[in-house]
């Protein structure tokens, strides 16, 4: 199987905690890695590769590729869960290597004039929309692009300030705070992303192509109420990272 997945070892180089908020905030670390052999891997935003920490390990787990296809290192941006394999992750240093599957997956990022894109991720499945929002900067490509990004708390926001940034390519963000702790000071979205948050902000949205990430609970439920207000199963582009 191993041999299939097609690793290769990886050094990191880099690795930065992205934690900024409360206490129950998710603890999120950034992994930066460069291709020991130098050749890097080419994917489309949206995909993900396998991270094994040995290559004869059994235990792997699969990570989204938050970088732009054009950087020359890899960067996943991943919870730190405490679970069997991130507390392994934990304990990685910058010169640990590590080995990286060929990225794969159907999630992908294939901008289109035809149609404008709606992103909607939840917690850590903002992942994969820094690939595809990195990659439209790259090609300086302007696009009416509508981000929900739902946290916990408002300290949660992943890279706000590179996020803030693409407002100039055309980004529109509606954050959404899900854990009420903030005294009342917080003037933007409240809860899970819904439907009814999403029309209130862009009426129409049926002729956007709907991509969506996060954890299985959060995909499930809006999928069906996407799909009962209409949206086509195959016009919905998802991640799902549960079983
Ligand atoms: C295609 C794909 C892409 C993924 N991309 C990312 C990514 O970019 N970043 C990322 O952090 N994870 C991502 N995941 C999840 C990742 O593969 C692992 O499941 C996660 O890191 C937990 O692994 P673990 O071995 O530490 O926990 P385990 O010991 O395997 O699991 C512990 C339990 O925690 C649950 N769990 C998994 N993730 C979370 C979470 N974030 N919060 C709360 N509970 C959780 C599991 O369902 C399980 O019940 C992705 C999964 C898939 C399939």
């Known amino acids: 199987m191993l041999g299939k997945m097609g690793l290769k070892p990886y050094t990191i180089y880099e690795i930065k905690d992205l934690t900024r908020g409360e206490p129950d905030s998710p603890k999120i670390a950034s992994f930066k890695l460069k291709p020991k052999d130098g050749q890097k891997f080419d994917f489309v935003p949206g995909m993900f590769s396998s991270l094994f920490l040995n290559p004869e ?8 590729i938050a970088s732009c296809p054009t950087d020359d290192y890899m960067e996943f941006m991943i919870e730190l869960i405490n679970g069997k394999f ?16 060929e990225p794969r997956g159907a999630f992908l990022y294939e901008p289109d004039d035809s149609h404008s ?15 595809m929002l990195r990659y439209l900067k790259s090609k300086d490509m302007k696009r009416n692009v509508c981000l929900f990004y739902s946290i916990k708390h408002r300290e949660d926001i992943v890279n706000a300030a590179e996020l803030e940034g693409y407002k100039e390519l055309g980004l529109n963000i509606i954050y959404t705070v899900t854990r009420d702790t903030d005294n009342g000071t917080w003037q933007g979205e409240r809860g899970r992303i819904n439907t009814q948050m999403i029309q209130n902000h862009l009426g129409d949205y049926a002729s956007r192509t709907i991509y969506l990430c996060g954890g299985i609970r959060f995909v499930k439920d809006i999928v069906d109420e996407l799909k009962a207000k209409g949206a086509k199963d195959e016009e919905i582009k998802r991640d799902i990272w549960g079983e």
């Open 57 to 64: 390990d059994k235990l792997f787990r699969s990570y989204s």
């Open 86 to 101: 991130t507390s392994r992750l934990a304990n990685l240093k910058a010169g640990d290597e590590i080995y990286v599957s």
């Open 117 to 131: 894109d709606l992103f909607l991720a939840a917690g850590i499945g903002i992942a994969p929309f820094f690939s």
